[in-house]
């Protein structure tokens, strides 16, 4: 919104220049994003914890600590990350722009989605929350649009063709299948984020981590110059995806100071099922599916041991995890909750720098 505004008037004011550049909108982004979780954090909160008066539903069946470190801690946190994600996209980025239109679809979509599922838990006081078939059937509707949209602003032929990191100009051509595989790609981050969400501070930094590396590619993505010279496609208009990411990013880290261990308050399916979503819809645009399979590692592996797990146990009746996902696994095994929280985010922070190789390595 503000770069329609001011723009048109920087001939009278020239500082508003500023707002023509897509680092500084970016950078504006984080911070507006990151004031908004610090100002109004603590008050949704408070609010979340008068409406929820007992918290998340603990799940029975999971680590015992659980039952009694994390009891009565409020859950849809997700709702201030959407807040802060929300107004800081409309106020820094470019409205005209219909990939970031797309992208704010499916994340608030997903959102949506992730609200009535923590609403249903809390208000029936049972971890279930939404069906399974209609959280998925609702996610295809939103990613199904978001898809049509985005293949419809998209230059052809590569709309619908996929690119292959690594190889210089490897790309295939999906045709429709290119539907199902983009819905299959936001569906799957906004559910594999949603499995990884387990602990205090598990999820949202890897996802803020895979956000600023979105914003890398968004950027280079959109600008012609440099996508020429670091052989990757270039799409026109993705860089202003940058400034949502940028968003994210500062989203992610104001809510992290409230989910910092021992957490205020959880992000619920509010807040992972959207950012995950919101992953996936810009790995789609930017033609960097790929990558967000190794920019989102942590996030793949802790998918693989939960399918993983239910295969082997009803192919042989044996677990091979102690528990799934994977963190509860280590959980069980006996390590502390930081430490297990932290080397995480040291896997996923390496595994993002092997992502931002493929800018690269061609």
């Given at each position: 919104m503000?770069?329609?505004?001011?723009?048109?008037?920087?001939?009278?004011f020239t500082p508003f220049n500023l707002v023509r550049y897509l680092t500084f909108r970016t950078g504006a982004a984080v911070l507006t994003a990151l004031v908004i979780c610090f100002v109004l954090g603590q008050p949704i909160i408070d609010w979340l914890r008068r409406m929820q008066r007992e918290g998340q539903p603990i799940r029975t069946d999971g680590p015992e600590s659980h039952l009694i470190t994390k009891k009565g801690t409020p859950t849809m946190g997700g709702v201030l990350i959407l807040l802060a994600l929300s107004v800081s996209t409309l106020l820094w980025a470019d409205l005209r722009n219909g990939y970031v239109w797309a992208v704010l679809m499916v994340t608030l979509g997903f959102g949506l989605v992730g609200?009535?599922?923590?609403?249903l838990k809390v208000s029936k006081r049972n971890h279930r929350g939404l069906p399974g078939k209609t959280k998925l059937f609702v996610q295809a509707c939103f990613s199904f649009a978001a898809v049509a949209w985005i293949v419809w602003l998209t230059r052809e032929?590569?709309?619908?063709?996929?690119?292959?990191?690594f190889f210089k100009s490897l790309l295939i051509d999906l045709g429709l299948f290119f539907f199902p595989f983009a819905m299959f790609v936001m569906i799957g981050a906004s559910n594999a984020v949603n499995l990884t969400d387990g602990l205090?501070?598990?999820?949202i930094v890897p996802v803020m981590i895979a956000a600023a590396c979105f914003a890398v590619f968004s950027y280079f993505t959109g600008h012609a110059v440099f996508s020429n010279y670091l052989?990757?496609?270039?799409?026109?208009?993705?860089?202003?995806?940058?400034?949502?990411?940028?968003?994210?990013?500062?989203?992610?880290?104001?809510?992290?100071?409230?989910?910092?261990?021992?957490?205020?308050?959880f992000m619920g399916d509010t807040g992972s099922l959207s950012m995950g979503g919101a992953l996936g819809a810009i790995s789609v645009v930017t033609k960097h599916e790929f990558v967000l399979a190794i920019v989102g590692g942590l996030f793949v592996l802790e998918t693989v041991?939960?399918?993983?797990?239910?295969?082997?146990?009803?192919?042989?009746?044996?677990?091979?995890?102690?528990?799934?996902?994977?963190?509860?696994h280590f959980e069980k095994k006996g390590w502390k909750e930081p430490t297990i929280v932290i080397r995480f985010w040291i896997i996923a922070m390496i595994l993002a720098l092997a992502g931002l190789s493929t800018l690269k390595l061609r």
């Open positions: 503000l770069p329609n505004l001011l723009v048109p008037l920087s001939e009278y609200f009535i599922d923590d609403y032929p590569l709309s619908t063709q996929l690119a292959v990191p205090d501070g598990l999820a052989l990757i496609n270039h799409v026109p208009g993705t860089g202003e995806l940058a400034v949502l990411c940028g968003a994210l990013v500062g989203a992610a880290l104001g809510f992290l100071w409230f989910n910092a261990p021992p957490a205020s308050v041991s939960v399918i993983v797990q239910v295969a082997s146990f009803k192919l042989t009746g044996k677990r091979v995890f102690m528990m799934a996902p994977l963190h509860h």
